[in-house]
């Protein structure tokens, strides 16, 4: 699969398990916003960007750009995200079926790529493992409230 096609890949997939744990969900037209997704929860808006994870069997782990992707005929730009450009990052493993939901200050804490270990493989977790699966957080504020 290209990368745009694995891109629509996670967000159906997102979309349907949004829509399947009972949230309204809203779908922008169009590609120019900073975020894929929002979802409506009694008038309040959570902005959610959406990202595939790729696997490196090399490090055998999963990684996730943590930066924007913007293209021309020529040249590919990467620039970061704003702490005002989503409000929750969504990461898909799509052959796992497996979602990480991560504030957008813990989503901008990573420099360039953020690795998501699945299994016990090392001594201490990494700090990804933390959001895993963690549709709780969407019912809260990003910042716990």
């Not at 779908?27 to 902005?47: N, T």
């Not at 957008?104 to 493992?129: D, M, W």
Request: with cysteine; net charge positive; charged share 30%.
């Amino acid at each position: 699969m290209d990368t745009k096609l694995k891109a629509d890949v996670a967000e159906f997939a997102v979309t349907t398990e949004l829509l399947r744990r009972g949230f309204n969900v809203l779908k922008p037209i169009g590609d120019r916003l900073s975020y894929d997704l929002a979802i409506d929860q009694g008038g309040q808006l959570k902005r959610l960007q959406i990202k595939c994870a790729w696997y490196s069997q090399k490090k055998d782990l999963y990684i996730v750009d943590v930066r924007r992707t913007r293209t021309n005929r020529r040249l590919m730009k990467r620039k970061r995200y704003s702490n005002s450009d989503f409000d929750y990052a969504i990461l898909f493993l799509a052959n796992l079926h497996i979602f990480y939901i991560m504030p957008i200050h813990i989503f901008n804490s990573y420099t360039g790529s953020l690795a998501i270990v699945e299994g016990n493989k090392r001594q201490r977790p990494p700090r990804s493992a933390g959001f895993k699966e963690r549709w709780d957080l969407l019912e809260r504020g990003p910042f716990g409230s």
